[in-house]
Nanobody
């Protein structure tokens, strides 16, 4: 299983970014796909989850601003981030959980300037 995350970058507060996580070795529609983030000096926190049945859940700080989705034709999961705040600055990781266990992508840096 390989998860390739991309789409991070530097953005001003109030801006938007879309992160992508392209999977190989698994089908993103058959696994529970998640995005986590790790801020400097902090633990890795769950941001958003998308279950195989299409149900999504979000951490409270990002509700209404972030949207997790998937494109099965591209075998890719996305995290659309809007109204970004400086406190969203972190390394973002995608994760897949299924019968194979848990797999992580390499992380993509998101920096939000004030």
């Amino acid at each position: 299983v390989q998860l390739q995350a991309s789409g991070g970058g530097l953005v001003q507060a109030g801006g938007s970014l879309r992160l992508s996580c392209t999977a190989s070795g698994i089908s993103v529609s058959a696994k529970t796909m998640s995005w986590y983030r790790q801020r400097p000096g902090k633990q890795r926190d769950l941001v958003a989850v998308l279950s195989p049945d299409g149900e999504s859940h979000y951490d409270n700080p990002v509700k209404g601003r972030f949207t997790i989705s998937r494109d099965t034709t591209k075998n890719t999961v996305y995290l659309q981030m809007s109204s970004l705040k400086p406190e969203d600055t972190a390394v973002y990781y995608c994760n897949a959980v299924g019968n194979m266990g848990s797999s992580w992508g390499q992380g993509t840096q998101v920096t939000v300037s004030s």
